[in-house]
């Protein structure tokens, strides 16, 4: 299973960015697809996640403004961020969980300019 990602770039406060994650390999029965994030000097957290349902869950600095989304047909998952801010720089990773195995994918950098 691999994980690529994409759409990392360099934004200006209230700009927005769509960064995309597609999995290939042998892949069925995908339940959660989410993002975390990790800025630097800081821990991993979640970002936002979305079941197999359609179910989303999403940190409390990214309600309202980021929206989380899949296409199973496709096996990627989507993150659109809106009215990005300098604290939302930092280098997002994704993954999906099958069964109980969780895959990464590697990171993507988004900065935030003020």
């Known amino acids: 299973v691999q994980l690529q990602a994409s759409g990392e770039g360099l934004v200006q406060a209230g700009g927005s960015l769509r960064l995309s994650c597609a999995a290939s390999?042998?892949?069925?029965?995908?339940?959660?697809m989410g993002w975390y994030r990790q800025a630097p000097g800081k821990q991993r957290e979640l970002v936002a996640l979305i079941t197999s349902g359609g179910t989303t869950n999403y940190a409390d600095s990214a309600k309202g403004r980021f929206t989380i989304s899949r296409d199973n047909a496709k096996n990627t998952v989507y993150l659109q961020m809106n009215s990005l801010k300098p604290e939302d720089t930092a280098v997002y990773h994704c993954?999906?969980?099958?069964?109980?195995?969780?895959?990464w994918g590697q990171g993507t950098q988004v900065t935030v300019s003020s």
């Open positions: 993954h999906i969980d099958i069964v109980t195995a969780r895959y």
């Open positions: 390999g042998i892949i069925y029965g995908i339940n959660v």
